[in-house]
C-alpha cells in the first residue's frame, strides 16, 4: 500500500497517546476517526486536542484556522465499526497483551485486507501483537511519544511478519505528519523503552540510596546531557504504575538486573503516588 491513498486514519484510544496521534494526523491532513470504549471517552480526548491546539494558538505556533480545520478532520465513535473504510489504523489502549491481541483480531476482521493497523506499544512484543492480526504482514509499531504533537520522535518497530512494502508506507506516512524516524526491529522494549527505562530505573535507585534529591538528580541530566525532562519527572508523567508495569516486563523477558524493579518505585505505586495523575509521585503537583 502506497500512502497516497491513505486518508483516512482511525486510532483505538482517546486517552493521552490516542488523542494526541489524532491531533499531529488530522493536523496533518489526514481524516481522523478516534475511537473509544464509550463515546464521552471519545469526546473527552478531542476537548483535550481542542485545548493543546488553543495553546498553539496563543503561541503564535497555530493559525486560529488551522486549529479549526484540524478540530473539523476529526470524527469521534464508540466502539470500531467506523473504523471499517480506513487505510491505516493505530492502537493506543492500555499495555496489556491481551487487550491488544483482542483489537487486533477485531480490527483485522473488519477493515479491508490492505489497510495497516499498527500499535503505539511501548515495550510489547509486536510479533506477539500481529499474530492475533489476519495478514500480519501488515501490521507494524508505531511509537509516538508524549507529548505527541510536540515530541519528533517516531519508532518504526519492525515485526517478525512485517513487510518491506508495510514498513516503506509508515516511513512515508511518518514523513508526513513530520516526525523523525528509527527503525528497529521488535524485541523487548525496542530502542527508545530499552535505554529510557534504563536511565530512569536508574534514577530511581540513585534517589532510594540517598546519592541526591530528586531535583538535583533531575538537574543532572537536564543540564549535564541536555534532557528536556529529568528522568524522575518524565516518570511521573508517564505515569510510575506504568514505569513499574514495563520494568516487570522487560526484567523477565531480559533477565537484566538493569531492569529489576527498584523498591522505592513499588512503595509509591503500592500507597498510590502514581505521578502527576495522582498529584504526587517524586514530586508532589497542584491540582489543576
Do not use: W
Amino acid at each position: 500500500m502506497s500512502t497516497s491513498v491513505i486518508a483516512d486514519v482511525g486510532v483505538v484510544g482517546a486517552g493521552t497517546m490516542g488523542n494526541g496521534i489524532a491531533h499531529v494526523c488530522a493536523q496533518a491532513g489526514f481524516r481522523v476517526t478516534l475511537s473509544d470504549v464509550s463515546l464521552d471517552a471519545a469526546r473527552a480526548g478531542l476537548t483535550t486536542i481542542g485545548k493543546n491546539l488553543e495553546v498553539g494558538v496563543q503561541k503564535g505556533k497555530v493559525s486560529a484556522a488551522d486549529r479549526d480545520a484540524t478540530l473539523g478532520r476529526i470524527t469521534v465513535t464508540e466502539g470500531l465499526e467506523r473504523l471499517r473504510g480506513c487505510q491505516l489504523v493505530i492502537e493506543s489502549v492500555p499495555e496489556r497483551l491481551a487487550l491488544k491481541q483482542g483489537v487486533f483480531q477485531a480490527l483485522s476482521a473488519l477493515v479491508a485486507d490492505d489497510c495497516i493497523l499498527a500499535s503505539n506499544t511501548s515495550s510489547l512484543s509486536l510479533t506477539e501483537i500481529a499474530a492475533a492480526a489476519r495478514h500480519p504482514e501488515r501490521v507494524v509499531g508505531l511509537h509516538f511519544f508524549n507529548p505527541v504533537h510536540l515530541m519528533k520522535l517516531l519508532e518504526v518497530v519492525r515485526a517478525h511478519q512485517t513487510s518491506d512494502a508495510t514498513v516503506e508506507a509508515v516511513r512515508a506516512f511518518g514523513a508526513s505528519i513530520k516526525k523523525e524516524l528509527i527503525v528497529v526491529k521488535d524485541s523487548p522494549g525496542f530502542a527508545s523503552s530499552r535505554l529510557g527505562l534504563a536511565v530512569g530505573l536508574e534514577a530511581v535507585r540513585m534517589l532510594e540510596e540517598g546519592v541526591a534529591s530528586a531535583e538535583d538528580i533531575d538537574r543532572a541530566m537536564e543540564l549535564g546531557y541536555g534532557h528536556p525532562m529529568g528522568p524522575l519527572k518524565l516518570g511521573d508523567l508517564v505515569g510510575l504504575d506504568v514505569r513499574l508495569a514495563i520494568a516487570e516486563y522487560l526484567y523477565a523477558e531480559t533477565g537484566s538486573a538493569a531492569f529489576r524493579p527498584p523498591q522505592l518505585l513499588k512503595k509509591l505505586v503500592r500507597a498510590g503516588k502514581l505521578g502527576r495523575k495522582a498529584g504526587e509521585g517524586f514530586y508532589r503537583y497542584r491540582a489543576d
